[in-house]
Nanobody, 121 residues
Framework: VQLQAFGGGLVQPGGSLRLSCAAS????????MAWFRQAPGKEREFVAA????????SYVDSVKGRFTISRNNAKNTVWLRMNSLKAEDTAVYYC???????????????WGQGTQVTVSS
């Protein structure tokens, strides 16, 4: 499966963005999907994940209540809605896919190219 992430940009603190991850090559329903992020000088960090059918989600504590992951298998797309953005959310955001899933980057076989999110006034 090929993944393409987009939707990043520059936003002021407190603002919102919606990231999209478009899949091609194979049905999205075969994959557990996740978003990770990597800030300069830091390791890649788990942000959110969603099960194959979308009935189960998980989040890192720092984004709970602010971010929402969702998917539409018919559209082969996963989204990450980010509200109340903070400067510490600044990072390159990656979508990832795997048949089994989890919350570690090592568990994922397929990655999008990343999209930059910058939160700054």
């Amino acid at each position: 499966v090929q993944l393409q992430a987009f939707g990043g940009g520059l936003v002021q603190p407190g603002g919102s963005l919606r990231l999209s991850c478009a899949a091609s090559g194979r049905a999205l329903s075969s994959y557990f999907m996740a978003w990770f992020r990597q800030a300069p000088g830091k390791e890649r960090e788990f942000v959110a994940a969603i099960s194959w059918s979308g009935d189960s989600t998980s989040y890192v504590d720092s984004v709970k209540g602010r971010f929402t992951i969702s998917r539409n298998n018919a559209k082969n797309t996963v989204w990450l809605r980010m509200n109340s953005l903070k400067a510490e959310d600044t990072a390159v955001y990656y979508c990832a896919a795997d048949a089994a899933g989890g919350n570690s980057p090592d568990m994922y076989d397929y990655w999008g190219q990343g999209t930059q999110v910058t939160v700054s006034s």
